[in-house]
């Protein structure tokens, strides 16, 4: 745990890729292969491989890596294949082509009984519509990975239990699903998923079927167990404020491509195509907007108060609300500019002229 | 010949052919029919001897506390007045033979008819085989293929059950595989990606879940099995089909109606229990089987010294009432 810590650079996360996907490609059909050599000959469009070809389109050559304990959110609209993509990982699903790689090991060539292996001790999995198996009690069902694997009984009801425990469900242990609440099916969905421990964490929407209240107390008690344990956690998600809020880095699919790869404030100020820009225009920019994007550069004598280069665009608003004069930015002690009330209202508004 | 009317000559003389198949069958090939009749007259003379050597009472007794096991009181007085009925009638012996039948016919399409659905629910290509035979099963008028059972099993009542196997057969097999094959994608996948087997999968999630569906086949396969011992009779099988047999050929109306009601009063009692076993415990309650009826009265009586032992066993079991559960969330 601590090696792990020390390896986490200044922005919570480490270098180390936990997960990679490289070249990855998913085709639906008959003629998957014939349709893949002429999709990458002649970089045929979807509507192109289905006509030609009878093929659904999934994945589009998604490459993309996941460091060793961050949140890597995957945002995207349904049918972009967000859903596809992360099944590729447990090989819920099989690529048509590419490789996958956790730590180390290759999963797309992995057999059956090291892939069972892999994806009972290794990976945790939580689902869109809970997918909780109503016959079997919370602490059956908490236990069935460890159940696969043969641990004894007394041994994994007492994992079961405390994973229960964590999610503060340590009352319903013997209840079954039908008994409990939506926001707490989700609840047991993630003990399942943590019960044996795993490094990665595999989440398909895990709160999209809940209501905005519960959602929002659920991404809390999350993020909180995420900071606690370190997993390494791949997050699908169809809503850009979850991914925000999740995420320590985005990648934003369209049509089964990863258009863009970032974090939170590169993808809000820096939007890769329309595509992006179109969906990334309603999110208030206050927290990710700092003063040197916004600032014009230092000329004449600097003004009397000053802000750090990296002051978020909400701070700088909350002071400009006491006080319209300009203010100088300073990095290192150095002036390299100064906001006045225009810049920061302008690019609230969205329109940035650097 | 006349043109016009060519059909009446017979071109393709199937029923001939057929004569010679099983004409050649039955002079090489008896002694294989005959090792297959095997295991059915095991099970079929134990269940016989023990339900007619046995006293009357005691039997009735026994399916009182069956029923009641499988599906509370309500189940166990309707299925007790229906067996009361009919020895009341003076049909018991009778019954106790098509019961012993019908209930070895079940055992055997089970044991067929479970790993066939089994098999047709994993793979298209084996439903698309499986489907006509059922579908030829299902139609072919069960008198059709009495004479060549006969000729090859001989009569008697082990070639009742062979007959009424074949006819009851289907429904199972179809239920089985309809019953997996809804068994909702997303909770197969889950047990996948928590790293179950193929045969874990289907052990601990889709046959569980497909139960309500597969006993709904076997409460099917029953009552197919018990309308077949009228047919079954033809070829001296004895019991309640008998009865209404001999009767009809006596025009004796009584004795007929007798076993008609006879297999109706049958019918009732064991198609009340077969469905109750068939209802999922979501429905129950969640209570588990040995927890209810004649058994939790017996368990009962233990636990309660043994749960006021381990006192902190049963204050973590959960709040009975679900509505604590919706508030708390």
């Known amino acids: 745990m601590s090696g792990q810590e020390q390896q986490k650079n200044a922005g919570g996360r480490s270098s180390v890729a936990r997960v990679a996907c490289k070249g990855v490609w998913k085709l639906f059909g008959d003629r998957a292969d014939e349709a893949l050599e002429a999709a990458r000959a002649e970089n045929l469009s979807k509507d192109e491989i289905r006509e030609r070809f009878d093929c659904v389109l999934g994945v589009r050559d998604a490459s993309f890596e996941v460091y060793e304990g961050e949140i890597f959110c995957i945002m995207g609209l349904s049918g972009s294949g967000k859903s596809t993509l992360v099944r590729h990982i ?44 109503p016959h079997r009690t919370l602490a059956e069902t908490v236990a069935f990975g460890l159940e696969v694997r043969g641990v004894p009984k007394a041994e994994r009801r007492k994992k079961a239990i405390a994973a229960l425990n964590d999610m503060e469900l340590g009352d319903w242990v013997d209840s079954y699903p039908d008994e409990l609440s939506g926001g707490m099916q989700q609840r047991v969905g993630l003990a399942r998923a943590l019960a044996a421990d795993p490094d990665i964490l595999l989440m398909d929407e895990p709160f999209s079927a809940l209501d905005p209240l519960i959602r929002r107390q659920l991404q809390d008690q999350f993020l909180d167990l995420s900071r606690k344990l370190g997993k390494t956690t791949i997050f699908i998600t169809h809503d850009l404020d979850e991914a925000i809020r999740m995420g320590d880095r985005i990648a934003i699919m369209k049509d089964g491509v990863i258009v863009q790869t970032g974090t939170a404030e590169e993808i809000v100020t820096a939007p890769a195509n329309d595509y992006v820009a179109a969906f990334v225009d309603n999110v208030p920019k206050g927290g990710f907007v700092t003063a040197d994007q916004i600032m014009e550069p230092a000329t004449g004598t600097p003004p009397g108060r000053s802000i750090a280069a990296d002051t978020p665009l909400d701070e700088i608003l909350a002071t400009f609300a006491e006080d319209q004069a300009p203010l100088a930015v300073e990095k290192d002690g150095n002036t390299l500019g100064h906001v006045t009330v225009g810049d920061a209202l302008q690019a609230l508004g969205g329109k940035e002229d650097t | ?288 089987w040995y927890r209810t009826g004649p058994l939790g009265v017996v368990t009962g009586f233990f636990a309660r010294p043994a749960t006021t032992g381990q006192g902190k066993e049963t204050a973590a079991t959960p709040p009975n009432s679900k509505t604590d559960g919706k508030t708390q969330a």
């Not at chain 2, 009424?164 to 179809?174: G, K, N």
């Not at chain 2, 019953?179 to 193929?198: H, L, S, W, Y």
């Open chain 1, 90 to 133: 447990n090989r819920l699903i099989d690529p048509t082509a590419g490789e996958i790689h956790i730590a180390g090991d290759r999963v797309d060539t992995m057999d059956e009984a090291a892939l069972n292996a892999l994806r009972a001790e290794k990976i945790g999995m939580v689902f869109q519509h809970m997918a909780l198996w």
């Open chain 2, 1 to 288: 010949m006349d043109i016009w009317n060519i059909f009446d000559t017979e071109w393709v003389p199937v029923g001939t052919w057929i004569d010679q198949v099983l004409n050649w069958l039955v002079s090489d090939f008896r002694f294989v029919f005959q090792a297959i009749k095997v295991p059915f007259d095991i099970v079929l003379s134990a269940l016989e001897d023990g339900l007619t050597g046995a006293p009357d009472l005691l039997i009735l007794g026994l399916i009182a506390l069956i029923a009641w096991q499988a599906g509370g009181r309500r189940v166990a007085v309707v299925s007790t007045l229906a067996m009361l009925a009919i020895g009341l009638m003076g049909a018991w012996e009778e019954s106790m033979t098509t019961l012993s039948i019908v209930l070895t016919c079940v055992f055997f399409c089970a044991l067929a008819g479970l790993p066939i659905g089994i098999a047709a629910a994993r793979s298209d290509r084996v439903w698309n085989w499986v489907r006509p035979a059922l579908d030829l099963m299902q139609t072919i008028p069960s008198f059709v293929y009495l004479v060549p059972v006969v000729m090859l099993f001989s009569i008697g009542n082990v070639s009742g059950v062979i007959v009424t196997f074949i006819y009851a057969l289907p429904p199972l097999v179809r239920l089985t595989n309809l019953g997996i094959r809804q068994v909702r994608p997303d909770m197969v996948e889950a047990a996948r990606a928590f790293g179950a087997t193929k045969k874990q999968t289907l052990w601990k999630i889709e046959l569980p879940l497909a139960m309500p569906t597969i006993m709904a086949g076997v409460n099917q396969t029953i009552m197919m099995a018990l309308s077949m011992v009228v047919v079954a009779s033809m070829i001296s099988v004895t019991g309640l089909g008998q009865m209404v047999l001999r009767g009809i050929g006596r025009l004796d109306m009584g004795l007929a109606s007798v076993g008609g009601l006879g297999i109706v009063f049958l019918a009732i009692m064991i198609d009340r229990i077969s469905q109750s076993l068939g209802q999922p415990s979501r429905e129950r309650g969640h209570q588990h």
